[in-house]
């Protein structure tokens, strides 16, 4: 399985984060259907004027809330299948090991993780795979496979690459 992979100019990482974790969820996404998932909760931002925001800023938190709601609705629809999500750390303090070892639990459980990562020279959402060899692994749609664990912290300033825990996403296929 490989992730779905945005163009070079485009800010919509939001919904590829979206559809690269459906794929991880056990949604069976072969190109016609992620071409319709993805056609459809455009068709959505563009409804509800949220497109060229989207295409001009990027997501925040609320904005992927939204494409997520979308892709429930989507899945629910064309797939009969109940889709989940939340954000497990608004305000709350830990350590990063303890973070790391919270979504290798929720990947193990057959949950998907949604980060959002930022540094001086971007700022993305992404799917976390795992940590192995001293990197933390994502299923990303701008070919980003890793990131070193001593470059990445959760708190702002401490690391090159910022993981924004507040902005992270657990989410769930309940068949």
């Not at 709601?69 to 064309?78: G, I």
Request: hydrophobic residues 40%.
């Amino acid at each position: 399985m490989r992730a779905f992979r945005q163009g070079n100019l485009d800010r919509f990482c939001s919904v590829y984060s979206v559809l690269n974790s459906m794929q991880l969820l056990g949604v069976h996404l072969p190109h016609n259907k992620a071409q319709a998932m993805y056609d459809y909760i455009i068709d959505q931002l563009n409804f509800y004027n949220s497109f060229f925001d989207t295409a001009e800023n990027g997501a925040d938190y609320k904005r992927l809330e939204q494409i997520m709601s979308f892709a429930k609705e989507y899945v629910k629809t064309v797939f009969n299948a109940e889709i989940t999500y939340h954000r497990p750390f608004y305000n709350t303090k830990l350590s990063f090991e303890a973070l790391l070892d919270y979504m290798k639990r929720q990947q193990s459980e057959g949950k998907s993780v949604i980060v959002r990562i930022r540094s001086n020279e971007f700022d993305h959402y992404s799917v976390f795979y795992g940590v192995s060899n001293e990197r933390m692994r994502l299923f990303d749609s701008d070919g980003l496979p890793s990131i070193k664990l001593n470059q990445i912290s959760h708190i702002k300033n401490v690391a090159k690459h910022q993981l924004l825990i507040r902005q992270m996403y657990v989410l769930e296929l309940c068949k």
